[in-house]
């Protein structure tokens, strides 16, 4: 695969696209959405892997704002009892102007979940809770990176509210352009091809 990556840094709106050749089950054929990125490490959440639990039983007063499909989703190995929102915001509205957010990149914010939802919704498009994160260490990142682990890619801001039965990982290569975009068509199982 070397080669093949595209010259983007990692930065909170980052996406981290696991390689055909990343095989670890936590990360197989994920994409994660980097929210903070600093020397002393990487944090984010898995954007493409709804558990079987409705935002509602866990978070009753989000469960009706949650995008479709209204579940908590896997973010990561790491403290998956820890939840964490992300929402993207309606067009002209300012992050720095609403309580309870915190700003990621361009509309995408983080949810402070003790807020009032009845204040914040109206304000955003949707909204997706995540139950732990993806973390990465000083460096660790860095290494898998150059081990080909992920490409690095810029996110768009619908990526974090990816529709129920959407292939993410494969629509967020195809819109890479060669060669990237060709491995957008490799085999979940190559014994299958």
């Not at 479709?68 to 939840?83: D, L, M």
């Amino acid at each position: 695969m070397v080669g093949v990556q595209a010259e983007v840094e990692v930065e909170p709106g980052t996406l981290l696209v696991a390689t055909p050749s990343l095989v670890d089950p936590n990360f197989r054929r994920t994409v994660v959405y980097v929210i903070d990125h600093r020397d002393e490490g990487t944090l984010g959440v898995v954007l493409n892997r709804p558990s079987e639990i409705a935002v509602h039983d866990v978070l009753p007063t989000w469960g009706d704002h949650a995008s479709k499909p209204q579940a908590i989703f896997v973010g990561g190995p790491v403290e998956q009892k820890t939840a964490l929102c992300l929402a993207a915001l309606r067009a002209g509205e300012d992050v720095a102007a609403l309580d309870g957010l915190i700003k990621v990149s361009g509309p995408v914010a983080l949810v402070d979940l003790d807020t009032e939802p009845e204040e914040l919704v109206p304000r955003v498009r949707g909204l997706r809770v995540f139950a732990g994160y993806s973390g990465w260490s000083s460096g660790q990142l860095d290494e898998e990176i150059e081990r080909d682990d992920w490409f690095v890619v810029p996110a768009l801001p619908d990526d974090v509210l990816n529709p129920p039965g959407a292939d993410l990982w494969g629509r967020v290569l195809r819109r890479q352009g060669m060669p990237l975009s060709l491995l957008a068509t490799y085999p979940e199982d190559v014994k299958c091809n």
